[in-house]
């Protein structure tokens, strides 16, 4: 597989890595055997950069995730923090990083945690100093290698790249959310920012694999936070109507090359994407990990492939999200 170094990391990752949301909590119910058979399918398919948080299943994810470590050495783990308590600015201390940190680096089984990330914070945390001098801290302290930060809008993401010590930016891009290409894109490459590009399937809609008669379980974020009843919206379904991302996908898929997957195109989509570090896509079992991991064989989309998503983006997609992230 393609590596690319991940921003102020340093570190060198797969373009295809894990998004372990789904063996935590909110997909549906994942089993701890079926969980530890994506990441070791994952591991064997060639990646190398895992992207997990403390609030998935309250650590189980973390847990989960802890237990591959102990099989497998040179893997990257990044975990995110901030979302287990109520969010406000005031809750972004030093004292609650120490805490939350203890705790994630017990579920992981780890002293320093690869990269940590501000999860989705409050927004007046990306311009708050001292929220920034103490994650220095926790790096100066070694109980984290690096730290990012996971945004909900552009705007906090160039906020976010401005400051001297952010490794990366995590960030929803793909097929349905473009304008990321815009802005942050352009300003992480000039930083050395790392981009991880997440929700990288639109909740799956990307997939292809769904019709106007798809339902989802009751435990399942894609049914119960449809109007961001639990979170926000955008996480779902990149925040694209249902009914219109069908549409778009339908149009979409005549670009598909032969013997690849509707999945597997929009992720080589993202790759394509200057700026990208890796896209972390997530799976509920091994057969859909080597789908997404197959996505890093395919050949690089060609202008016209590009320029056609751009297309259906701007017809479709484009009124409903472009202004709100």
């Known amino acids: 597989m393609e590596k690319r170094i991940l921003g102020r990391t340093g570190r060198e990752v797969g373009v295809v890595g894990l998004g372990a949301w789904q063996l ?70 030093l004292d609650n990083f120490r805490a939350w940190n203890d705790r994630s680096r017990e579920n992981l089984g780890v002293d320093t945690i690869d990269l940590v990330q501000l999860h989705c914070p409050p927004t007046e945390v990306y311009s708050t100093d001292a929220v920034f001098d103490a994650l220095d801290t926790l790096v100066q302290e070694k109980r984290i290698a690096a730290y990012g930060v996971s945004v909900e809008t552009c705007a906090e993401a160039l906020t976010a790249i401005a400051r001297p010590n952010v490794a990366s930016v995590q960030i929803i891009l793909n097929a349905f959310r473009l304008k990321p290409l815009d802005e942050v894109l352009p300003a992480a490459a000039e930083a050395g920012v790392g981009i991880i590009a997440r929700v990288p399937l639109a909740s799956g809609l990307l997939s292809g694999k769904y019709d106007e008669n798809t339902t989802f379980g009751a435990d399942d974020h894609r049914n119960y936070n449809r109007k961001g009843e639990a979170f926000d919206v955008g996480e779902t379904f990149s925040g694209v109507d249902f009914e219109t991302g069908l549409e778009a996908v339908r149009r979409l898929r005549p670009l598909v090359p032969e013997g690849a997957t509707m999945a597997q195109f929009a992720l080589r989509w993202i790759i394509d994407q200057p700026g990208v570090s890796v896209v972390i896509p997530g799976a509920r079992n091994p057969e859909q990990v080597a789908g997404n991991v197959g996505a890093a064989e395919l050949t690089p989309l060609t202008g016209d492939q590009l320029a056609a998503v751009r297309a259906v983006y701007d017809e479709l997609i484009r009124p409903q999200v472009h202004d709100r992230w």
């Open 24 to 93: 935590g909590a909110d997909w549906g119910e994942v089993g701890e055997d079926e969980a530890l058979a994506v990441l070791r399918s994952a591991v064997d398919g060639g990646v190398t950069f895992i992207d997990t948080a403390d609030v998935y299943g309250d650590g189980r994810s973390e847990r989960i995730v802890g237990k591959l470590l102990k099989e497998h050495q040179g893997l990257t783990v990044a975990s995110k923090m901030g979302r287990r308590v109520e969010q406000k600015p005031e809750n972004y201390t």
